[in-house]
């Protein structure tokens, strides 16, 4: 995946938006009325660069399946079928095993809802043009040196998620879900499960 590109990449894409090409048309599926009136205020300090218009005539949708617990799959596949835009998943939910099923769903890019208006400008025009994108903040801290398993473990546990329904959406075990959880446990220096969300959740997963 490309990550956003640096100053001046962005000044030649103001340039060539200021040429004469129309604005990016962004359109918002399934959000609430404060995340949507805040998404259109971030896009209309770029005017001539993008523009805000309904899901059906847009050509990047952004969209949170992970925020809303869903099937990723399956409702990238809803979106799809709602918008020709190209998707980015939009949302505060950063962990891994989501951004690798979004992206193997279809979804075209990645990027944190606690991104600023530039950062989330640059990432609908890259993938207007083409590009897969995960914006840098949406880059998963490598500190905690948790493996990509562990780390889609951590998020499910997150999610509420039983040892059985966690064995059965990643194909494993029981007995390896509660390997993994162990590992983190200890990678991470908690001793019970509460402890465990409650650390997953202030890191995003």
């Known amino acids: 995946m490309k990550n956003a590109p640096d100053d001046a990449t962005d000044d030649a894409t103001d340039d060539a938006r200021a040429a004469g090409s129309r604005p990016v048309r962004v359109g918002l ?16 300090q770029h005017p001539g660069r993008v ?5 059906e005539v847009a050509d990047v949708v952004l969209c949170d399946p992970v925020g809303r617990g ?3 799959e399956a409702y990238l596949s809803e979106v799809a079928g709602r918008s020709r835009g190209r998707i980015v998943v939009y949302t505060w939910r950063l962990d891994p095993g989501s951004v ?3 992206v193997s769903a279809g979804a075209q890019g990645f990027v944190s809802k606690s991104v600023d208006s530039d950062e989330l400008v640059r990432v609908v ?15 998963m801290p490598t500190s905690d040196s948790l493996s990509g398993r562990e780390a889609e473990v951590l998020s499910l546990i997150c999610r509420g998620r039983s040892n059985l329904e966690i064995a059965a959406e990643l194909y494993v075990s029981v007995n390896s879900v509660k390997t993994y959880i162990r590992q983190i446990y200890h990678k991470i220096g908690v001793a019970r499960r509460s402890q465990a969300v409650a650390w997953g959740i202030e890191r995003g997963y």
Do not use: F, K, N
């Open 29 to 44: 599926v399934d959000e609430s009325e404060l995340v949507a009136t805040g998404v259109e205020g971030m896009l209309a």
């Open 51 to 55: 523009a805000h218009v309904e899901p």
């Open 70 to 72: 869903v099937d990723i």
């Open 100 to 102: 690798r099923r979004a």
């Open 125 to 139: 025009e890259l993938v207007h043009d083409g590009d897969v994108v995960q914006a840098p903040a949406a880059t």
